[in-house]
């Protein structure tokens, strides 16, 4: 049987959100454009008409000047115009921006891998199951375009004590609902409660999209050990220096704001940081890190690879189960 097709933690990162931006952008200035040139054709015509009507033979009444839009005024049109487009970005960025956060993937792995479901508020959701008996547990919360299951052999590799619990988002792997932040904050909540009967001992691992869930469940949960793997002090300070020309402090819904509830974690904290990570900048990374309690997390950076490929470091395991 062919191994599970491995899903990357994230889409390519801010190239295709930049992309997607762009093609938005320039379909409301087309749309704009149009709209302006059709204007102006409409007043060119007026013009022509009045031009023919005032010198008409039929007309006894003298020519009078036709005056024409001062400057101020065109000033005023085009600044009106500039509003326009702005607002109509900012309208787009508000109504678009978590199909700009948020990729659901299905679930890849067959039904020989063990799943079951969670009911929770306004949600029926899956989770990837490796069942053991025993205190030790992992709840694995994934990036924004990944599929968990497919992260199910390495997680195996590195937590072989454990029983294992892979969530997939609202709307991803056959989960039902819709993701927001405050809805995958309290999808994470109610897992680890569900888990902690059973295994007393958890530790939880977030990946990318996942760490911002993971710190916030860290910050309000009996955490055993913390693992961020690529993670960001917050999507609101990265979507910031991406757009710095829109206000996305008003704009944004989901900040995903690790750095406020880093300070709330006590649990050991590893922070995997990509040395060529293409997504999350490397200031957001070791900002995240300073947010920490003195002590509490250890930086690692692992050499040679990027965002999607960390996990194919030599020590990518050993480095999760805190062997390293």
């Given at each position: ?6 899903a990357w933690s994230t889409p ?68 009106g115009v500039g509003a326009l ?240």
């Amino acid at each position: 049987m062919p191994p599970p097709r491995r899903a990357w933690s994230t889409p390519p990162g801010p190239a295709l959100v930049l992309v997607l931006v762009l093609v938005l952008v320039l379909v409301l200035v087309l749309v704009l454009v149009l709209v302006l040139v059709l204007v102006l054709v409409l007043v060119l015509v007026l013009v022509l008409v009045l031009v023919l009507v005032r010198s008409s033979p039929s007309s006894s009444r003298p020519l009078e000047p036709i005056s024409m839009p001062s400057f101020p005024r065109s000033l005023a049109v085009a600044l009106g115009v500039g509003a326009l487009v702005y607002v109509a970005l900012c309208a787009a960025l508000w109504g678009f921006q978590r199909s700009l956060i948020y990729f659901p993937q299905p679930r890849s792995a067959g039904p020989q891998v063990p799943s079951f479901g969670l009911a929770v508020p306004g949600a029926q959701l899956v989770v990837t199951h490796r069942p053991r008996p025993g205190a030790p547990a992992l709840v694995y919360f994934g990036g924004n375009a990944e599929d968990v299951s497919a992260s199910l052999p390495e997680l195996e590799t590195a937590f072989a004590g454990h029983a294992l619990y892979l969530l997939h988002y609202r709307g991803y792997g056959g989960s039902t609902g819709q993701p927001t932040q405050d809805a995958l904050f309290a999808d994470a909540a109610a897992l680890f409660d569900h888990v902690h009967v059973q295994h007393p001992n958890v530790t939880v691992v977030g990946r990318s999209l996942g760490t911002g869930v993971a710190v916030h469940l860290a910050s309000q949960r009996p955490v055993q050990r913390l693992v961020l793997v690529t993670p960001y002090d917050s999507i609101l300070g990265i979507a910031s220096a991406q757009f710095p020309f829109f206000p996305v402090r008003w704009l944004l819904r989901d900040p995903f704001d690790s750095g406020r509830y880093a300070p709330a974690v006590t649990a050991p904290t590893l922070v995997l940081m990509a040395q060529h990570d293409e997504v999350i900048p490397e200031a957001s990374t070791r900002l995240l890190h300073t947010r920490f309690a003195p002590g509490v997390a250890t930086l690692q950076v692992a050499d040679g690879v990027g965002h999607n490929s960390i996990s194919q470091h030599p020590a990518y395991a050993q480095w999760l189960a805190g062997l390293r």
